[in-house]
């Protein structure tokens, strides 16, 4: 069965770093898209970034383009999210997900199998 397994998360002050790791199992990774997530109090689970299957192209929300950076490492069947400059709205629950194939890649609904999420808080 599919299993995605974040770690990396905690509390980091403003301009700090992260790095998220999501390690698989159950699937063949290298043929799915790989995403992340996150979600705030109160607020919807927004698409932070996904990598595809294909040829690794790699697709970013405009709040973090730039500070944030995915990547994949097929030989482990792990992703990662490098999070730079973190910001306090950057303060969210973080999930990885996977899926067979995508559309536009950062809608929730275009995944099938989630991770159980890890926190990341950014406080001074």
């Known amino acids: 069965q599919v299993q995605l397994v974040e770690s990396g998360g905690g509390l980091v002050q403003p301009g700090g770093s992260l790095r998220l790791s999501c390690a698989a199992s159950?699937?063949?990774?290298?043929?799915?898209?790989l995403g992340w997530f996150r979600q705030a109090p109160g607020k919807e689970r927004e698409g932070v970034s996904y990598?595809?299957?294909?040829?690794?192209?790699?697709r970013y929300a405009n709040s973090v383009l730039g500070r944030f950076t995915i990547s994949r490492d097929n030989a482990k069947s792990t992703f990662y999210l490098q999070m730079n400059d973190l910001k306090p709205e950057d303060t969210a629950i973080y999930y990885c997900?996977?899926?067979?194939?995508?559309?536009?890649?950062?809608?929730?609904?275009?995944?099938?199998?989630w991770g159980q999420g890890t926190q990341v808080t950014v406080s001074s």
């Open positions: 997900a996977t899926s067979t194939d995508v559309t536009l890649g950062l809608l929730p609904y275009e995944y099938d199998y």
């Open positions: 159950g699937f063949i990774f290298d043929r799915w898209v």
């Open positions: 990598i595809s299957n294909a040829d690794g192209s790699t």
